[in-house]
C-alpha cells in the first residue's frame, strides 16, 4: 500500500537553530501535503501545507518546500524557540479527488535552551 | 465556538465490551473523520464522512462502526472491544472534503484489557 516516510524520528537543537525534517510519499497523484504539531496530551494542529502545483511556502520562521519528481517534501523551522517544541507529523493526500490522508509517523523535536 | 469535542477523554474496557465515542463539531463542517495514534505508527484513518447520512472507510475500518445522523455529530462504535483497539482515538473535522485544513479534537485515550 501507499505509504509516507518521516525523518529524522527525533530531533535535538539549540535555541536560535534550524531544523529540518524530511518525508517521503509513494502515491504520485497525492497532491496535497499538509504538516501538523502535536504539542502533548492535544490534537494536531495544520502549521503550514503545500500544493503540488507549488514549490515551496512560508509563514514567517516555518517554510516547506515539495519536489514532485522525487516525492519529496521537507519542513523547515528557523530561528527555533522552546515552543517549537513538539511532535511534528507530516501527511499526503491519497490520489487525486478521495478524502484520505497517510500520515507519517512523526518527529519528536527538542529545542535546547 | 468550541471547535472540535470528544468525550470521554479517559476510558477503559473489558475485552468484549462496546462503547462509542463521542464527535461534536460546532463549525457546521461537511467533512468530519476518525483516527487512531499509536507509538511510532503516526496516526491512521479509520472512517470518515463527507456529510450528513454518508460514510465511507479507512485505512483501518474493522472492528469499528459510524454513523453520521446530523452535521454536528460523527460517533465512533466498537461494538466488542479487544485489546487491539488500545490506542488513541482522534476526530477532525474539515470545512468540506476539498484539500482544505482538518481540525482536530483533544482526543480518548482507550485501554482494553
Known amino acids: 500500500g501507499e505509504n509516507v516516510e518521516q525523518h529524522p524520528s527525533t530531533l535535538s537543537v539549540q535555541e536560535g537553530d534550524s531544523a529540518v525534517i524530511k518525508c517521503t510519499y509513494s502515491d504520485s497523484a497525492s497532491n496535497y501535503f499538509p504538516w501538523y504539531k502535536q504539542e502533548l496530551g492535544k490534537g494536531p494542529q495544520l502549521i503550514i501545507d503545500i500544493r503540488s502545483n507549488v514549490g515551496e511556502k512560508k509563514d514567517q520562521r516555518i517554510a516547506v518546500t515539495l519536489n514532485k519528481t522525487a516525492k519529496h517534501f521537507s519542513l523547515h523551522i528557523t530561528e527555533t524557540q522552546p515552543e517549537d517544541s513538539a511532535v511534528y507529523f507530516c501527511?499526503?493526500?491519497?490520489?487525486?479527488?478521495?478524502?484520505?490522508?497517510?500520515f507519517g509517523t512523526g518527529t519528536r523535536l527538542k529545542v535546547l535552551a | 465556538n468550541a471547535g472540535v469535542t470528544q468525550t470521554p477523554k479517559f476510558q477503559v474496557l473489558k475485552t468484549g465490551q462496546s462503547m462509542t465515542l463521542q464527535c461534536a463539531q460546532d463549525m457546521n463542517h461537511e467533512y468530519m473523520s476518525w483516527y487512531r495514534q499509536d507509538p511510532g505508527m503516526g496516526l491512521r484513518l479509520i472512517h470518515y464522512s463527507v456529510g450528513a447520512g454518508i460514510t465511507d472507510q479507512g485505512e483501518v475500518p474493522n472492528g469499528y462502526n459510524v454513523s453520521r445522523s446530523t452535521t454536528e455529530d460523527f460517533p465512533l462504535r466498537l461494538l466488542s472491544a479487544a485489546p487491539s483497539q488500545t490506542s488513541v482515538y482522534f476526530c477532525?473535522?474539515?470545512?468540506?472534503?476539498?484539500?482544505?485544513?482538518?481540525?482536530f479534537g483533544p482526543g480518548t485515550r482507550l485501554t482494553v484489557t
Open positions: 477532525a473535522s474539515a470545512r468540506d472534503s476539498s484539500r482544505t485544513e482538518q481540525y
Open positions: 501527511a499526503a493526500s491519497l490520489g487525486s479527488g478521495t478524502y484520505k490522508y497517510i
